[in-house]
């Protein structure tokens, strides 16, 4: 029987998630050390998700089915509004999880008094190989997560991965308090922007430097998009950010370094939409007022990947046992991370968005 109040929910938000949407329930359900529900929001997904969610009989397993395919945030916020659990954990419907992570990162959170905690990712390869996303001595030399150093990291246009990848654990009543849900109306950043809201309404985020979260790619693996109108859009949901929340002067600087980082990938999609259309005095006009655009332009597409690989330490495989020898480091879904800034279509989108 499930317990009255689990230590922790774990959301995920699903779409036409089928073929992986099993090795992520099967690693969430198989944590070890924590009592938790698991509660899976289908977007109005189009294939069998609903059914590979309902051919897996737990208990501790909820599906929430949406009527209307409304985007991650609202699958996301749907997860929460039904969830019990004293923390809420996010995890991806294509990605999974080491078994100790959420015992782990519990404890640090509590022996701490914060209200967030976050780790390191592992992203897994199709060969089954595993690096480490960030240098777990460097974050062993960050023990908080600053509001500052958070926002500085989403400045788009860098080569390093940033924090906006970290998958938080949140404190349910910490969310309920400060009426902090995901922002519906971003299909990319609305994760960036819970955590920052959290960040500047007051919480306390420690770093667990463990590798915790794998977050699963494959050869062949299609980059998200970045249009336009997801700069515009996070551009209001950035001033939004600044009107609901007073930022010292770190903080504030970081912002404003992201903010222009924002107005950049906004002159660069558009310098490559008068492009496409072959508009020469719109593409020069712009040019003229942020000559940077034309510079994103020359940059290999690899570039980044291979920053990636060279820059990542080999860590050793996931015990999982679910059917197979290891599905938690297997390959199963069709993603990278975002691509370099050169490519026409694919700046970088430096908040840790997914495809």
């Known amino acids: 029987m499930m317990q009255e109040t689990p230590d922790v929910s774990i959301v995920i938000a699903a779409f036409n998630a089928a073929d992986t949407i099993g090795h992520a329930i099967g690693s969430a359900l198989m944590q070890q050390g924590v009592a938790l529900e698991v509660i899976v929001a289908d977007d109005c997904s189009t294939d069998a998700t609903r059914d590979v969610v309902g051919a897996i009989a737990d208990p501790r397993l909820r599906l929430v089915a949406l009527a209307e395919n409304r985007g991650p945030g609202a699958a996301r916020n749907a997860a929460i509004d ?5 923390w809420i954990a996010v995890l991806d419907a294509d990605d999974t999880m080491r078994l100790d992570r959420l015992a782990r990162m519990i404890a640090r959170a509590e022996a701490e008094g914060a209200q967030i905690v976050v780790d390191n990712l ?19 030399r960050r023990p908080d997560l600053t509001l500052a150093a958070f926002l500085d990291s989403n400045v788009l246009f860098r080569s390093q991965h940033n924090f906006g990848y970290m998958k938080p654990v949140f404190s349910r009543q910490f969310l309920a308090d400060h009426s902090l849900r995901f922002d519906e109306r971003l299909r990319i950043g609305e994760d960036y922007l819970l955590l920052a809201s959290a960040l500047a309404a007051g919480a306390k985020c420690v770093v667990d430097p463990t590798i915790g979260y794998l977050y699963h790619i494959t050869e062949g693996s299609i980059s998200r998009v970045l249009k336009l109108e997801h700069v515009e859009a996070m551009l209001a949901a950035d001033g939004e950010f600044l009107g609901r929340y007073r930022l010292d002067g770190k903080a504030l600087a970081a912002q404003r370094r992201r903010r222009s980082s924002l107005v950049r990938a906004h002159s660069f999609l558009t310098l490559v939409g008068h492009l496409k259309r072959r508009s020469l005095a719109g593409a020069l006009g712009i040019a003229l007022r942020d000559p940077a655009a034309l510079r994103h332009l020359s940059m290999p597409i690899a570039a980044r990947l291979r920053r990636l690989k060279e820059r990542a330490s080999t860590v050793r495989p996931v015990e999982f046992s679910a059917g197979r020898a290891d599905p938690a480091m297997a390959p199963h879904t069709s993603k990278e991370p975002p691509a370099a800034p050169d490519h026409p279509d694919r700046p970088p989108l430096g908040n840790g968005t997914r495809p």
């Open 82 to 86: 039904a969830a019990r659990g004293r």
């Open 122 to 140: 592992a992203v897994v390869g199709a060969d089954g190989s595993a690096r480490a996303m960030f240098d777990e001595h460097e974050l062993a």
